[in-house]
């Protein structure tokens, strides 16, 4: 094989594992992101169940004004029920204080009724908070994991860029030039060329006899007519 041929080879399987790794951090913000969206379905559980207890405590709140300002007029029907010489009118603020005794009880029974209903919302707001720290604890240490492997795999691209970097200045500037430009567009250039078939390792398209007799020559770099991939036979008797 061509020694320039040989040392493109080992640059294109650094650039092979680069295009890996690279793909590899590129996976990561997405299973972050994916990881958090776990936290999704309890976080809405903890502010459903926060929302439905402040609810419910507003409603309390307003059963005790409403039992309060009963508990006042009814104060006051009293006072004037004491003053009153009149027995219909004594009468008719009895009938209003026997009202107001009945309403303030069925508030307090309402009230008594959401109180309860408080210790049930709690129950199930602690349940939900319960369960979204569960939640967080698995998903902040998969972010732990996946800040180490992105930390890994850079060090392994760094690692990676600066021996491809040194192993291209070992070559030919003018073939480098001409595998770069080539990778571009097609990933892996440098291929097997089948020597019993004369089928391409890149388009799997049969070159011709002339292009065969090249790429065994190696004298110079062989193309394949279909993509220009540049070709190497193996010899099997070396």
């Known amino acids: 094989m061509l020694p320039e041929l040989e040392k493109l080879l080992v640059i294109q399987d650094r650039d092979e594992k680069i295009r890996e790794v690279r793909k590899d951090i590129d996976r990561i913000p997405l299973e972050e992101e994916n990881a958090k969206q776990r936290l999704a379905g309890d976080l809405k559980a903890v502010d459903e169940a926060k929302l439905a207890g402040q609810e419910n405590e507003v ?7 409403e039992v309060e300002t009963c508990q006042n007029t009814l104060v006051r029907l009293k006072t004037q029920q004491f003053e009153t010489r009149k027995n219909e009118e004594f009468s008719a603020l009895g009938h209003e204080i026997e009202r107001y005794d009945k309403q303030i009880v069925e508030l307090e029974d309402q009230e008594l009724e959401l109180m309860e209903k408080a210790e049930t919302l709690k129950a199930v707001l602690d349940e939900a908070r319960g369960k979204l720290a569960a939640t967080q604890k698995l998903v902040d240490e998969e972010l732990e994991k996946l800040g180490e492997r992105r930390g890994i795999c850079q060090e392994q691209l760094d690692e990676l860029c600066a021996e491809r970097k040194q192993l291209a200045s070992q070559v030919d500037p003018d073939s ?9 567009n097609k990933g892996n250039v440098i291929v097997q060329l089948d020597d019993d078939s004369g089928m391409c390792g890149g388009c799997h398209m049969k070159v011709t006899t ?3 007799h090249k790429a065994r020559a190696e004298v110079e770099f062989a193309h394949c007519e279909q993509c220009s991939r540049i070709l190497y036979v193996i010899d099997d008797d070396a």
């Open 210 to 212: 002339a292009t065969m």
């Open 176 to 184: 480098l030039f001409l595998y770069d430009r080539m990778s571009k």
């Open 59 to 65: 409603a309390i709140k307003n059963f005790q004004l």
